[in-house]
């Protein structure tokens, strides 16, 4: 949708067609990040308290430890998937884009993009279908750079947040985040290597959140789905580019997904515009570059806890770095924003943790 809606605002005409019928629910941790907010209004899509709830900043949880941190200028908002996909969908009929859903039998034959056997004449095929993208595969564009995935499972539970912020709890090689969608609802995500692991069982080894959870009514089912950090090789040929999950993608405990997914729309509608792919491929390696690191770097702290207690110990014990690395994540400030005595003293109290 947000492909759609970026290439038709360049005046471009836009057809989507789509297998599922929308509404639909998505297995993800349902939080969009400050600058997800900004991505999404240059698309002419707004996000307000009528549509989810906010959150202040993001709050780390370890044992007894917590440490948390404001965004800089603007709230998260937790919003429901199918809140979500309904604005855009009214935002892309808004400005006459063609949408089929319900559409069986997309793909490729004889080199034609064919949907339910028609052959479809365009000047550009974008293949938004997702991590394991079928068009992506039949256009022979799978090779990545790397790739790597865990497992993600969520759950609703109809009860007033408790918190003002996006809680991320470590486990014991697993994360679980709570992001309050609702002034009556919240949404419980876990994510791990374990492929055996559901919500219950690591509810049960984090009893500073089970106690909170244990006999709460429930408002969905559980729902699971793989999270892939993936880069690709390439984003576009002649006359296809990929875009959203199907152009690679990031662990979702950095909460950027949709970012790169709407910024990726407004990049690729630019490259159209000027009849160069490959700014596109260009811009989508820059805005992805530092969402890369922060995954790498939150995959690793779940994965070592020696270095993860050592963190959250540092970081309890530095006001504000926190906050200032939140800056950093969201764009709103870059590593040479710190001061140098704070990135020592910072430094002092990770070797002294």
Known sequence: MAASIALRLKGYTVAVADCALPPFEKPCGEGLMPDSQAALRQLGVTVTAAHGYPFRGIRLIEGERSVEGDFPSATGFGVRRPILQKLLIDRAEQLGVRMSWGVKGIGFRGGKLCVEGTPIRADLIVAADGHNSPLRHAAGMDSARRSSFRYAYRRHYARAPWSEYMELYWGDGFQIYVTPVSPQEICVALMSHDPKLRLDGALAR??????????????????????????LRRLTREGFALAGDAAGSVDAITGEGLRLAFRGATELASAVENGDLLRYERAHARMRRGTDEMARVLTVLGDVPLLRQRVMAALVRSPGMLESLLGVHVG????????????LGFGWQLLAA
């Open 206 to 231: 984090l009893p500073e959140i089970g106690k909170r959870l244990a006999g709460q009514p429930v408002s969905s089912r559980e729902m699971g789905a793989v999270t892939v950090w993936r880069r």
């Open 332 to 343: 709103a400030a870059t590593l040479f924003d710190f001061r140098p005595a704070q990135v």
